[in-house]
């Protein structure tokens, strides 16, 4: 069983940085591949970010390119999102997931990913 928890959200205005944190325990020796996901109110979770564990690939979604970074400290069992640069529209609740489907990792599938977190929300104001 793999437990997921995120923290670092928080109230921010537009412009502002926040880093999100997710610690990993349990057993995650099968899991090849991270991600963070959002949902705003009234809408489908989607993909942010992705970290291929094995060769440290990454993927985003268009929209957080260039402002969010997904990183991983294997030492500490933590998957990072540091978010700049934020605006109004990035305000949801963030979760981490893991799954083992590693080779897919760059789709951000919501449904390829097995293990979650209980979500941190991020909300930014103009």
């Known amino acids: 069983q793999v437990q997921m928890v995120e923290s670092g959200g928080g109230s921010v205005q537009a412009g502002g940085s926040l880093r999100l944190s997710c610690g990993v325990s349990?057993?995650?020796?099968?899991?090849?591949?991270m991600g963070w996901f959002r949902q705003a109110p009234g809408k489908e979770r989607e993909g942010v970010a992705t970290i291929y564990t094995v060769d440290g690939s990454t993927a985003y979604v268009p929209s957080v390119k260039g402002r969010f970074t997904i990183s991983r400290d294997d030492a500490k069992n933590t998957v990072y999102l540091q978010m700049n640069s934020l605006k109004v529209e990035d305000t949801a609740m963030y979760y981490c997931?893991?799954?083992?489907?590693?080779?897919?990792?760059?789709?951000?599938?919501?449904?390829?990913?097995?293990?979650w977190g209980q979500g941190t929300q991020v909300t930014v104001s103009s």
């Open positions: 997931a893991a799954t083992t489907l590693g080779p897919y990792c760059y789709t951000m599938r919501v449904d390829f990913f097995s293990d």
């Open positions: 349990g057993y995650t020796a099968n899991n090849n591949c």
